[in-house]
């Protein structure tokens, strides 16, 4: 299984942003447990970060071209205001998971409302930084969609 783990805002600051919400873990420590993950059970994953919405929604868009089996997105402040790429992630047939390291529903009230999840087939939220590993786990259990 071929797996995209794509990363919104801010999200390259982890470890020194706000650690009492996300954690210590850097993005770069996560992405090496993802790829650990991954190898045990033969999957690659390519992960991914980025500041810019257009960015992300061309990444989903190159998951679709490539055919890639499944999609992480952790689309950061994107998850509350994108239809871009909610639009984006509906015109990806794979796998979509949509995961948070927090829980937005016990955070302020406009992060309550998700524009993605409509658009994914699971929402995994609150298990801070070992979500993305437990995400990739999961992942490995699931027949491979034909794209």
């Given at each position: 299984?071929?797996?995209?783990?794509?990363?919104?805002?801010?999200?390259?600051?982890?470890?020194?942003?706000e650690p009492e919400i996300y954690g210590k873990e850097t993005l770069e420590g996560?992405?090496?447990?993802?790829?650990?993950?991954?190898?045990?059970?033969g999957h690659s994953?390519?992960?991914?970060?980025?500041?810019?919405?257009g960015e992300i929604v061309e990444w989903i868009?190159?998951?679709?071209?490539?055919?890639?089996?499944?999609?992480v997105i952790n689309a950061a402040?994107?998850?509350?205001?994108?239809?871009?790429?909610?639009?984006?992630?509906?015109?990806y047939s794979g796998y979509?998971?949509?995961l948070h390291i927090s829980n937005p529903h016990l955070?302020?009230?406009?992060?309550h409302v998700s524009f993605?999840?409509?658009?994914?087939d699971s929402v995994v939220a609150g298990l801070g930084t070992d979500g993305y590993s437990h995400v990739i786990d999961l992942l490995s259990d699931l027949p491979i969609k034909v794209n």
């Open positions: 299984m071929n797996i995209y783990v794509i990363n919104g805002p801010n999200i390259n600051l982890l470890g020194t942003r996560i992405s090496k447990e993802c790829q650990e993950e991954a190898s045990k059970v994953v390519k992960f991914m970060q980025s500041n810019y919405e868009q190159e998951a679709i071209m490539q055919k890639v089996d499944a999609i402040a994107y998850t509350h205001t994108s239809i871009a790429i909610h639009d984006a992630l509906k015109s979509k998971v949509e955070r302020e009230s406009f992060r993605i999840s409509s658009a994914v």
